[in-house]
């Protein structure tokens, strides 16, 4: 089985490389035969990682301890579910997955377009081709993941027991398939420029490709802050970790780009910027995927042992330099005459937004990398904490808030100040008063003023937004109300998807506010039987339930949780033991309700006094951040879905451009 799998990413090496050469070629002599080839051989690389792929989850549920990816990541007593993430769990298997979602995805690309995009198509699959080649060169030569042990041990070292844990199931698999999936609007922008066809067929034929990267990018931040939330045992869920700066500067910059590409769309400008933006965001992807795998920098997600830096630093250089030589080579035909007509406009918010997302992602790179830069020039590290984030980032965050409000309610072009005030005063009188009850609450910090009232006046401003559309629909075709609203996001869901996936963000802006404002901590040792209090809850002490499995010992502490003597909860914050990997970890109880988090840790334990140490959190809000991600996710799917316009148009193009018998274009990008 491993000689299977070794043999089938071999072989998949050589059709990446073959169909690079297909592609261009064919598309260079006008060979349709060829070009052809070149995608079959997509379609047969594809499967053959898939084969790999295969072998090595088979070996992983049958605990193949002759491979050495399965005895450094598996043990006998390793419950199934985490056999199949270990995939992922380590430094060969997460490499592999990686190529097998771009293999998949190339072969999508190479399928949606066999009769459309003639002209880019073949250097676009050429392009993610080459991708793969690095990646399956990488497999084939520097890092094997079927390479055999000498010696076949009794059992293998484990799973890390902070990957044993249900959001690593989900959180990698999504921020995996958002930086993979960035590589096709990559690839069509580099195609655009090797053509010279600068117009904006490249965006809308990837334009799906890039929210469908956005959403899991989405994802998988929101999935990673959940598991560091739950498993690390802090009360926080971002520490501006290294490898976390990494998952969130791809998706601030494709967030950039996906409003940036609104304006060439409509307007015809923009141009360099939003080839710019993309190749940025495709970059970054690879940035993450050097800091995780290098060791340069100290990370608890880090595959710390390996020596796989040099590699992905050097494709890194090299994929920015072709592309920037690329850009630099079609800056002249790449530029129009169309210009900004006013600062108070809508494409003039939507490009200080870009501005701000970027400068944000730009502070974020730059707190990363400044302690290996402080390392390489001075010979000592300095390290760049939370309080440099926060402080650059916060007075950002702000503005963008504000943009996010402005930018649906003024109109293209130009607007007068006139109409401008007729057009946010409601918003704006929302705003302040919210900020007026804010404030008479006892609230004075002026961050959390202004934050909650900048909130209010994007909510304000989407619920306009909303109202307007429906009276309009209800005037035309006298509809109900919810009838209106349904057809109206279904006719244009592009927009009203993007409304929603801003009342998600704000939710979220909201919840990171409070929770990191307004957090109790307290820190207590307690014999059985005592209560200490946190909040207005009083939590007792009950004792100690001991188990034990195969896989691990547990301590589980019963905590009871009483509010005004009324008890509430029963909470089992627990201390672990992995016998296999002999590690400790640790298992928080949490208590969520829409207004706060009650958290609780077992910090530890005494046998001898019988103290027990409790670390409790009391959290405000912090519920929001969570379902303000689920619901920019939904809004996100609203606006992928196809809408009865672009099924119509579809539709229409297939008729025109499929004879009578022949297979149809499947539509949809």
Known sequence: MPLIGQLALALALVLACYSIVANVIGARAGVPTLITSARHALWAMSAMVTVAVGVMWASLLHSDFSLEYVASYTSYSLPTVYKITALWGGQQGSLMFWTWLLSIFTAIVAFQNRRRNADSAPYALAVLAGL???????????????????????????????????????????????????????????????TGRTDDSWIRSTRRWAIFSWFFLTLGNLFGARWAYEVLGWGGYWAWDPVENA????????????????????????????????????????????????????????????????????????????????????????????EFESYLSREAAFLFNNLILVGIAFAVFWGTLFPVLSEAVRGIKITVGPPFFNKVNAPLALALVFLMGVGPLIAWRRSSL?????????PAIFALATGLCTFLAGLRQWYVL??????AFVIGTIVVEFRRGVSARRHLVHETPVVALANLVAKNNRR?????IHVGVVLAFVGIVASSFFRTEVKKSVKEGESFQVGPYDLEYLGIDTTETAHLESSRARVEVRRAGRPIAMMEPAKLFYKQPQQPATAVAIRSTPASDLYVVLAGIDD??????????????????????????????????????????????????VPAGAEPVPGGD
């Open 132 to 194: 793969a080649v690095f990646f399956l060169y990488m497999l084939n030569f520097v890092t094997r993941p079927f390479d055999l042990l000498a010696a076949i041990p009794a059992d293998g070292q484990d799973l890390n027991p902070l990957l044993q844990n249900y959001w690593m199931a989900i959180h990698p698999p999504s921020l995996y398939t958002g930086y993979v999936s960035a590589s096709v609007p990559f690839a069509f922008g580099a195609a655009s420029l090797i």
């Open 247 to 338: 998952a969130f500067m791809p998706w601030l910059v494709m967030t950039a780009y996906l409003h940036s590409v609104m304006i060439q769309e409509r307007k015809d400008m923009l141009k360099v910027w939003n080839l710019v933006l993309i190749g940025m965001a495709f970059a970054l992807t690879l940035f993450g995927t050097f800091i995780t795998r290098s060791g340069v920098i100290s990370s608890v997600h880090s595959f710390t042992q390996s020596g796989l830096g040099p590699y992905f630093l050097t494709f890194l250089i090299a994929v920015v330099v072709l592309y920037t030589g690329l850009l630099l080579m079609r800056v002249k035909s790449l530029r129009t005459p169309a």
């Open 418 to 426: 006139d109409s401008l005030a007729k057009t946010f005063a409601s």
């Open 450 to 455: 202004t934050a909650l009232s900048l909130a």
């Open 496 to 500: 009203y998807g993007g409304y929603i």
């Open 608 to 657: 001898q006094t019988g103290l027990v140490t409790f670390q409790v959190f009391l959290t405000p809000l912090v519920f929001w951040l969570w379902a303000g991600g689920f619901i920019m996710a939904f809004g996100t799917v609203v606006a992928m879905w196809p809408n009865v316009r672009e099924r119509a148009a579809i539709a229409a193009a297939v008729r025109v451009a």
